[in-house]
């Protein structure tokens, strides 16, 4: 598997779920992966050397998954350039010393050279698309050669994977044959969210009283978010009264803001910004929350994907709070467990309105019913034979 993430402190996402259950069942996995935060960590080393290691599971014990870096120059701008050298490089060197049989791709760059070296091999190519990803390339004055290769992989893979239905109709929009063009959705581990504990301990542990209504979000704090706004209007007055509270799990580009932001507030009895915790605990801090939030504001990037965190938060029988996104709208419509605001800063007075209601419960039970068929073994299961099916079928796998 090809991705331009970072497989060790990223996630877990869709692809170790999937790729640790496929090893679970007796399978090969090898990834290779990009050190997409190097930036972050300022460090003054230019070159990153080649690695090669087994990587700690994030959900399935024992999966031993290998994870193949390669070598990066560590200079803005320039690590693009290094890394698609490195990286083809790599994935021609991988194909030379062994065969496997099949490659799956999330990224731009090395989804763009693994197609073609892919071909030459007759080994299938599976995109993997859970992103409109040019979108998310930070310096503008790229997004339209991302955009050119976005393209060229949708239009050439064997396979074009979708984690929804408007991700699946952006695909075919970018070119990607439809009758190649496809959708996986995402998944939970149901068992583990509905069978959790902790909460009061979590509470407790953040200084949040019992009659506290805790907001909860968890992930990576993109500026476009909306975490800010939330916390913005939780700082002005009716959140306090309200007794409302938000609590964060994560990391990310506007981390540091909304922490500062807190402090010279004087509101970091409200707002309790928490590093990302292992996979494992994550059931305990739903177990806090009283609502789950998605408040992303409605930008390209947000507006087709369904991230992952909405299932566990649904699983949890936690109602969810979300910005009217038109994929979140086209995957869970009404009445199934999520309500929808018009921008971030209407969260915290829906939020506090649905409790003087008494409708959290209700609304809860609502989206674990609604998402207790998008258990991870079963889309594992589809996984599998999908990739079983291209692997077999040794006929047109390419296009053109």
Known sequence: MLQESDWIERGPHQSHHLLERLCERGHFVRVMDFEIGWRERRTTELFSARKEFVALPKVIEGSGIEVVRPALI????VDYISSFVTH????GGQLGSWTPDIIVGLGLLNAFSGIRLARRAGIPFVYYVIDELHRLVPQAVFRDV???????????????????????DYTIG????PEKAKVLPAGVDIQRFRSFGGGSEIRERHGFRHTDL???FMGWVYPFSGLR????SLMGGGGREAGARLLVVGKGDSWDEIARLAKVRGATDLIKMVDFRPYAEIPSYLSAADVCLLPALDTGTMRNIVPIKMYEYLAAGKPVIATRLSGLLREFGEHHGVVYVDSPSEVVAKATKLAREG???????QGRAFVSGNDWRSITDAFEVLLTKLVDGRGARFRG
Request: aromatic share 2%; no cysteine.
């Open 74 to 77: 560590r200079l803005p701008i």
């Open 88 to 91: 083809a490089l790599e994935i």
């Open 146 to 168: 991302a955009r050119v290769v976005e393209q060229s992989n949708m239009r050439s893979a064997s396979l074009v994977l979708s984690i929804n239905n408007a991700l699946r």
């Open 174 to 177: 970018m070119g990607a044959p």
């Open 214 to 216: 805790v907001l909860f």
């Open 229 to 232: 706004e939330v916390a913005e």
């Open 359 to 365: 409708s959290l419960q209700r609304i809860g039970e």
